[in-house]
């Protein structure tokens, strides 16, 4: 397994209290949950977006990795409780709080409770591209400019 330290700041008094640090809930999690870093619960009314406090700072350094937020399956699919923006990009040079932008496309209003594991933040690796302009490409794909759907539904 590839394990990294990852260098990691309380920015609020719960975490580490009343709020667990982050964790893997299993051996065989790719990511560790992140928790609702909040005194008191707050509701979340269908359509709305709300930025919810991790309590927690990281500082990664290694530009070729990149920590991930991304939503709980369960919180999606049972509550309609999603990541604002879909996937949350944690760069290797930021080093400010983490905030977790939580959006209800459910029907019916959502409490977060303070701790409610609430996203997962995974670490993965990263290649920086450099961008040649050709006016042709070197190697033509069977798929060529097929877009969405183009393969058929079965």
Do not use: W
């Not at 975490?15 to 299993?26: E, H, K, N, R, V």
């Not at 944690?90 to 409770?113: C, F, K, L, P």
Request: net charge negative.
């Amino acid at each position: 397994m590839n394990t990294h330290k990852i260098e990691t700041k309380i920015m609020n008094p719960l975490i580490g209290t009343s709020i667990p640090l982050p964790s893997y809930a299993t051996r065989g999690a790719a990511a560790m949950d992140l928790r609702a870093c909040l005194e008191t619960a707050l509701t979340v009314q269908p359509g709305e977006t709300v930025l919810v406090p991790s309590g927690i700072a990281i500082s990664i350094h290694d530009p070729g990795l990149v920590a991930l937020l991304v939503p709980r399956s369960g919180l999606g699919i049972k509550h309609g409780i999603v990541l604002a923006n879909t996937i949350g990009v944690i760069d290797s040079d930021y080093q400010g709080e983490i905030g977790i932008g939580i959006h209800n496309r459910g029907a019916s209003a959502y409490t977060i409770e303070p701790g409610e594991r609430i996203c997962q933040m995974m670490f993965v690796p990263v290649a920086q591209a450099t961008l040649a302009v050709v006016g042709e490409f070197s190697h033509e794909s069977t798929r060529g400019a097929g877009g969405f759907g183009h393969t058929g539904k079965h």
